[in-house]
C-alpha cells in the first residue's frame, strides 16, 4: 500500500511554488493548521493551494487550552507575579502585572488555587494564588520560561472539559465547506465518541474525519474512536503530555495494532524529521523511527512543523517517499531495493543526494 504523506501547509510553504514541488515529492495530504490561522490567513491558504490543484484539509484547535494573546512581555522568572484570563473581553482593563490570555472560556470554572499551569515545553508553569473575577486570576511564575500566542498548556494533574469545537474551528469548517474545500477534517483532541458526532454534525456527510488520538482518555476510548472515524492520527507530541514519554511509543505501537484490527488507517504524527528543520540530512535515528513506523503497519506518516516552518519541506517530503519506497521494495528482496531510484537532485539538492 503507498503511504499517505500528510504535510501542514505554513509560512514555509504556502508559495504555490512550493506547492507544487511538494506535489512532485510525494505529498498527497495538505493540512491547514487552525491554531495557528485566521479567517484572512485561511482564505490566503485556499487561495493559494487550489490554485494548483491542492483541496485542503482542516486541522481543528479542538479541545486544547491555548495561549491567544499576551499582553506584554514572553520571557518570565520565578516569582514574577502574573494574571492569567479566559475571557478576551477583559482585555481593556488596566492591570498592574502582565497578563496572559487563554482560549476555552469554559476553562475558568474548572481551574482552583494551587493548581499549575504548564505552558508548551518551554518550561514556564505557573500557580494559581487566587481568583480576581469570574475569569481572571493572580498568580506566580512557578518555573521560568517563554510564552508566546498559539502555545498549548495544560493543568498539571487535571483533565479540563473543553468544547470539541472553538469558535473559529466552526467558522473555518463553514468558509471551507462555502468553498466546497471540505473533504477532510483532522478532529483534535478526540477524547470520546460523542465528540465524533459534534463534528459529524457540522461536517458534510462526505468529509472524512480523521480523529487525532492526543489525550490518555482517547486511548481508554480507543475502540469506540476507531469504530466511528474514518482514519486516525496518532499525535506523539501532544500525547507526550498526558503519559510519560517512554509510554508514547508503545501507546503508539498499540494503536497501530488495533487500527489494523478494525481495518482503520493510522498515521503516525510528531518528531518525523525534526533534524532537517534546519539541517539538510536526516539523523540516522529518524530514518529508524520511520521504518518502524513503516513495519508497525503506519498508513501514513505526518511532517508538519517540518513543512510549515522547517527549512527544508520539499527535500523532507522527498526523502520519507523515498523512504517509503525502499521499504514497499522490500518485498522484491534486495535485488528490488537496490532498483529503487533516488529522488530528483531539484526536490533534495546535493548535500542530500550525496548522503543518500
Known sequence: MTLNIVVTVGPKSIDTKILSQLKDAGANDFRINLSHSSPQLLNHYIDNMTS???????????AQLRVISISSKQTYNRGDKIYI?????????????????????????????????????SGLSILILSKVSEYLFECVVNSSGTVMPDRAADVIGKCLILNTLTRFDREAIQI???????????????????????????????CKIISKIETSTALTNIQDILLNSDEVLVDRGDL?????????????RRVQELSRQAQVNVNIATNILDSMMTSAVPSRAEISDIFNLLESGASGIV???????????VSSVSLLRHLSQIYESDSRGLRGIAKVEKPRIDLIGHELASWL
Do not use: W
Not at 498592574?96 to 508548551?120: G, K, M, T, W
Not at 507526550?240 to 503508539?252: H, L, Y
Not at 512543523?305 to 527549512?311: H, K, R
Open 52 to 62: 494548483v490543484g491542492i483541496t485542503p484539509s482542516l486541522d481543528t484547535q479542538g
Open 85 to 121: 484570563c479566559f475571557k478576551m473581553t477583559d482585555s481593556n482593563q488596566n492591570f498592574d502585572h502582565p497578563v496572559i490570555y487563554f482560549n476555552h472560556s469554559e476553562a475558568a470554572s474548572q481551574v482552583d488555587i494551587d493548581d499549575i499551569l504548564r505552558i508548551d515545553f
Open 176 to 206: 471551507a465547506h462555502d468553498r466546497n474545500c471540505l473533504n477532510r477534517l483532522y478532529g483534535s483532541f478526540i477524547s470520546t465518541l460523542s465528540d465524533i458526532s459534534t463534528i459529524r454534525s457540522v461536517v458534510p456527510e462526505s
Open 240 to 252: 507526550s503530555r498526558e503519559i510519560t514519554i517512554p509510554m508514547v511509543p508503545i501507546a503508539t
Open 303 to 313: 511532517l508538519a512543523a517540518e513543512v510549515a516552518i522547517g527549512d527544508n519541506p
